[in-house]
């Protein structure tokens, strides 16, 4: 894959629009590189049970860039990493996540759901699998794998976003100056969004939108956006070449989700887009090592 002429033309595009975006390292990094990013959603999530360790470490054995992974806060103030705001759907409890202590969550089953809905893909080590906490999943830091951290709109706030940052900071994954940032922050939460760059300016920011926002963004639109984020992030479905373009000339990088198909990662990487969200990262390194 030769990207290198497109990323010369879009880097000195880049340096010249958006200021804004000089702190986080992230523009340099995309104008520099030749590779797509590898963003595994909720880890290898097609191979293993979501959002637990094992999917986290399945991704980066996978060949992932990057490990997304979402927030909500227990009843005791616990940063805890699930998709869902509810616990019906992947694990043996019921109702919110709010509603239950870390030692409450920690008892509960992450992992048995998996073999009812994948029975092929089932191993025994799943069962009894437990629902991380953030520091948990940070731990597998060691290494080149980095983390895409989302906040969840009913959960956003001062209150997980103070938290968040005091977790970055402890495990010293907050960006210094010129350093390349190892967090991502990504949220359908404008509000959100615009605090923890305000709190955190190096660190970089994706703003999301669901599957009827998104489309034709206008140019004022998109620079609203690149004041405070430096990408976008969308259904694949929606995505076009003409978007990818309008992106990257406004400053934005654009991370389409979630994609598992190789014919739509190719599509999508012909069109220059910055990276891919998969729950299949071992499909796109695959794919990504084809050229």
Do not use: C
Not at 10 to 37: F, I, N, Q, S, Y
Request: net charge positive; aromatic share 6%.
């Amino acid at each position: 894959m030769r990207r290198h002429r497109h990323w010369l033309q879009v880097g000195l595009v880049l340096l010249v629009l958006v200021p804004a975006l000089a702190g986080t390292g992230m523009v340099e990094e995309a104008t520099a590189r030749d590779k797509v990013w590898n963003i595994a959603h909720r880890g290898a999530s097609g191979h293993a049970p979501e959002s637990t360790l094992p999917a986290y470490q399945l991704a980066r054995r996978m060949g992932a860039d990057w490990v997304e992974l979402d927030l909500h806060l227990t009843r005791d103030g616990h940063l805890v990493v699930i998709h869902d705001e509810t616990l019906d759907r992947t694990t043996d409890g019921t109702g919110p996540v709010r509603n239950y202590t870390l030692a409450q969550l920690k008892r509960l089953d992450a992992g048995s759901w998996f073999g009812k809905r994948h029975p092929r893909k089932w191993h025994p080590d799943f069962q009894g699998l437990r629902i991380p906490t953030l520091e948990e999943v940070l731990r597998l830091k060691k290494g080149k794998i980095r983390f895409s951290i989302e906040i969840k709109p009913e959960s956003a706030g001062p209150e997980l976003e103070g938290k968040l940052i005091r977790t970055l900071e402890k495990h010293r994954l907050l960006p210094g100056k010129g350093e390349t940032p190892r967090v991502m922050i990504v949220s359908f939460d404008r509000a959100s969004l615009n605090r923890v760059h305000r709190l955190m300016p190096r660190v970089p920011l994706i703003q999301l939108f669901h599957y009827r926002e998104a489309g034709y963004f206008s140019p004022r639109t998109l620079r609203h956006i690149a004041a405070y984020a430096d990408g976008i992030g969308y259904d694949h479905r929606r995505v076009s070449r003409e978007d990818v373009r309008r992106a990257h000339r406004h400053g934005l990088m654009i991370h389409p989700y979630t994609v598992n198909r190789p014919r739509d990662m190719r599509r999508l990487i012909r069109w220059g887009v910055d990276g891919i969200v998969t729950n299949y990262p071992d499909r796109l390194n695959r794919v990504l090592r084809q050229g």
